[in-house]
Protein backbone atom coordinates (compact mmCIF):
# COMPACT_ATOMS: atom_id res chain seq x y z
CA UNK A 1 0.00 0.00 0.00
CA UNK A 2 3.40 2.04 0.59
CA UNK A 3 4.43 2.15 -2.35
CA UNK A 4 1.14 2.47 -4.19
CA UNK A 5 0.83 5.65 -2.32
CA UNK A 6 4.99 6.35 -3.19
CA UNK A 7 3.59 5.94 -6.92
CA UNK A 8 0.84 7.75 -6.88
CA UNK A 9 3.09 10.54 -5.35
CA UNK A 10 6.13 10.11 -8.12
CA UNK A 11 3.06 10.45 -10.93
CA UNK A 12 1.89 13.61 -9.70
CA UNK A 13 5.98 14.90 -8.83
CA UNK A 14 6.01 14.22 -12.68
CA UNK A 15 4.41 16.58 -13.87
CA UNK A 16 5.39 19.15 -12.09
CA UNK A 17 8.78 18.18 -13.68
CA UNK A 18 7.07 18.25 -17.13
CA UNK A 19 5.80 21.46 -16.62
CA UNK A 20 9.03 23.14 -16.43
CA UNK A 21 10.31 20.75 -19.60
CA UNK A 22 7.40 22.91 -21.07
CA UNK A 23 8.32 26.39 -20.42
CA UNK A 24 11.63 25.62 -20.89
CA UNK A 25 10.93 24.28 -24.34
CA UNK A 26 8.99 27.06 -25.36
CA UNK A 27 11.73 29.75 -24.02
CA UNK A 28 13.97 27.57 -26.46
CA UNK A 29 11.35 28.63 -29.06
CA UNK A 30 10.97 25.70 -30.43
CA UNK A 31 8.29 25.74 -32.23
CA UNK A 32 9.65 22.55 -34.24
CA UNK A 33 9.50 20.41 -30.81
CA UNK A 34 5.56 20.47 -31.27
CA UNK A 35 5.57 16.80 -31.44
CA UNK A 36 7.16 16.57 -28.38
CA UNK A 37 5.36 18.92 -26.36
CA UNK A 38 2.42 17.12 -27.45
CA UNK A 39 3.88 13.85 -26.49
CA UNK A 40 4.47 15.68 -22.95
CA UNK A 41 1.18 16.73 -22.50
CA UNK A 42 -0.27 13.34 -23.26
CA UNK A 43 2.55 11.99 -21.48
CA UNK A 44 1.21 14.46 -18.17
CA UNK A 45 -2.60 13.40 -18.89
CA UNK A 46 -1.72 9.56 -18.31
CA UNK A 47 0.13 10.52 -14.91
CA UNK A 48 -3.30 12.30 -14.02
CA UNK A 49 -5.43 9.33 -15.24
CA UNK A 50 -3.00 6.96 -12.93
CA UNK A 51 -2.16 8.93 -9.82
CA UNK A 52 -5.68 8.97 -8.53
CA UNK A 53 -6.42 4.64 -8.37
CA UNK A 54 -2.83 4.49 -7.39
CA UNK A 55 -3.32 7.16 -4.78
CA UNK A 56 -6.69 5.63 -3.71
CA UNK A 57 -4.87 2.10 -3.53
CA UNK A 58 -2.77 3.11 -1.10
CA UNK A 59 -5.30 3.93 1.62
CA UNK A 60 -4.58 6.02 4.76
CA UNK A 61 -2.95 9.67 5.30
CA UNK A 62 -3.06 11.72 2.32
CA UNK A 63 0.46 13.26 1.07
CA UNK A 64 1.70 16.36 0.74
CA UNK A 65 2.06 16.04 -2.31
CA UNK A 66 -1.18 14.15 -3.16
CA UNK A 67 -2.78 17.30 -1.32
CA UNK A 68 -1.70 18.80 -4.29
CA UNK A 69 -2.29 17.33 -6.95
CA UNK A 70 -4.56 20.16 -8.83
CA UNK A 71 -1.55 22.44 -8.21
CA UNK A 72 0.22 20.13 -10.54
CA UNK A 73 -2.58 19.48 -13.05
CA UNK A 74 -3.25 23.38 -13.34
CA UNK A 75 1.00 23.92 -13.46
CA UNK A 76 1.11 21.73 -16.52
CA UNK A 77 -1.25 23.70 -18.15
CA UNK A 78 0.71 27.10 -17.36
CA UNK A 79 4.15 25.15 -18.77
CA UNK A 80 2.16 24.75 -21.77
CA UNK A 81 1.03 27.79 -21.80
CA UNK A 82 4.52 29.20 -21.79
CA UNK A 83 5.72 26.87 -24.28
CA UNK A 84 2.73 27.57 -26.93
CA UNK A 85 3.99 31.42 -25.98
CA UNK A 86 6.97 30.67 -26.31
CA UNK A 87 7.25 29.03 -29.45
CA UNK A 88 4.91 31.64 -31.29
CA UNK A 89 1.55 29.98 -31.55
CA UNK A 90 0.18 31.94 -29.16
CA UNK A 91 0.35 35.91 -28.96
CA UNK A 92 2.11 37.00 -25.27
CA UNK A 93 -0.93 39.71 -25.09
CA UNK A 94 -3.44 37.29 -25.41
CA UNK A 95 -1.60 34.64 -22.77
CA UNK A 96 -1.30 37.94 -20.40
CA UNK A 97 -5.18 39.20 -20.81
CA UNK A 98 -6.20 35.17 -20.17
CA UNK A 99 -4.04 35.06 -17.26
CA UNK A 100 -4.98 38.57 -15.86
CA UNK A 101 -8.79 37.40 -16.46
CA UNK A 102 -8.24 34.29 -14.27
CA UNK A 103 -6.06 36.03 -11.32
CA UNK A 104 -9.11 38.12 -10.67
CA UNK A 105 -11.59 35.46 -11.25
CA UNK A 106 -9.02 33.71 -8.24
CA UNK A 107 -8.70 36.56 -6.59
CA UNK A 108 -13.01 37.24 -6.39
CA UNK A 109 -13.59 33.63 -5.95
CA UNK A 110 -10.66 31.88 -4.10
CA UNK A 111 -8.57 29.07 -5.13
CA UNK A 112 -10.89 26.10 -6.08
CA UNK A 113 -11.38 22.57 -7.23
CA UNK A 114 -13.61 23.37 -10.01
CA UNK A 115 -12.42 26.94 -11.25
CA UNK A 116 -9.14 25.77 -11.06
CA UNK A 117 -10.09 22.93 -13.43
CA UNK A 118 -11.80 24.72 -16.38
CA UNK A 119 -9.01 27.32 -16.21
CA UNK A 120 -7.01 24.44 -17.46
CA UNK A 121 -9.73 23.46 -20.74
CA UNK A 122 -9.32 26.31 -22.79
CA UNK A 123 -5.35 25.80 -22.80
CA UNK A 124 -5.63 22.54 -23.33
CA UNK A 125 -8.05 23.21 -26.41
CA UNK A 126 -5.80 25.25 -27.72
CA UNK A 127 -3.32 23.16 -27.75
CA UNK A 128 -4.56 20.26 -29.61
CA UNK A 129 -5.96 22.79 -32.03
CA UNK A 130 -1.82 24.14 -32.52
CA UNK A 131 -1.10 20.55 -32.70
CA UNK A 132 -3.70 19.77 -35.22
CA UNK A 133 -2.76 22.88 -37.97
CA UNK A 134 1.15 22.39 -37.24
CA UNK A 135 2.06 18.59 -36.18
CA UNK A 136 -1.48 16.65 -37.35
CA UNK A 137 -0.36 13.35 -36.10
CA UNK A 138 0.22 14.68 -32.09
CA UNK A 139 -2.72 16.54 -32.74
CA UNK A 140 -4.29 12.91 -33.31
CA UNK A 141 -3.36 10.95 -30.46
CA UNK A 142 -4.48 13.86 -28.24
CA UNK A 143 -7.90 13.70 -29.14
CA UNK A 144 -7.50 9.89 -29.61
CA UNK A 145 -6.46 10.32 -25.71
CA UNK A 146 -9.54 11.92 -24.78
CA UNK A 147 -11.69 10.43 -26.99
CA UNK A 148 -10.29 7.10 -24.75
CA UNK A 149 -10.87 8.43 -21.59
CA UNK A 150 -14.32 9.45 -22.12
CA UNK A 151 -15.29 5.85 -23.53
CA UNK A 152 -13.46 4.22 -20.50
CA UNK A 153 -15.51 6.28 -18.01
CA UNK A 154 -18.27 7.24 -19.50
CA UNK A 155 -20.86 5.75 -17.45
CA UNK A 156 -18.61 7.70 -14.14
CA UNK A 157 -18.79 10.79 -16.43
CA UNK A 158 -22.36 11.98 -17.58
CA UNK A 159 -23.43 10.52 -14.38
CA UNK A 160 -20.69 11.67 -11.55
CA UNK A 161 -18.24 14.14 -12.83
CA UNK A 162 -20.25 16.51 -14.98
CA UNK A 163 -22.83 16.96 -12.12
CA UNK A 164 -19.97 17.37 -9.79
CA UNK A 165 -18.11 20.13 -11.50
CA UNK A 166 -21.21 21.81 -11.71
CA UNK A 167 -22.16 21.74 -8.26
CA UNK A 168 -18.93 22.94 -7.41
CA UNK A 169 -18.81 26.00 -9.90
CA UNK A 170 -22.48 26.80 -8.22
CA UNK A 171 -20.94 26.71 -5.01
CA UNK A 172 -18.21 28.64 -5.88
CA UNK A 173 -20.01 31.07 -7.00
CA UNK A 174 -23.03 31.25 -4.34
CA UNK A 175 -20.63 31.07 -1.56
CA UNK A 176 -18.62 34.02 -2.40
Same mark, same amino acid.
Given at each position: ????? $?? %?? *??? &??????? +????? +???????????????? +? *????? &? @?? *?????? $??????????? @????? %????? &????? %?????????????????????????? $?? #?? /? =???????????????????????? *??????????????????? =????? !? !?????? #?? &?????? /?
Amino acid at each position: MLLSR $RL %AD *LLT &SSRFMLA +LVFAW +LGLTRAAELLPVASFL +L *LASWI &S @DL *LDGPFA $RHGRGETTWIG @DHDLE %ADVFV &SLGGL %AYLVGAGFLAPAYAAAYLLLWGVIFW $RW #GW /N =REPAMLFQAPIYLWFIIVAMQHAP *LAGWWLIAYVGIVLVLTWP =RFPRE !V !VPAFLA #GM &SRVMKD /N
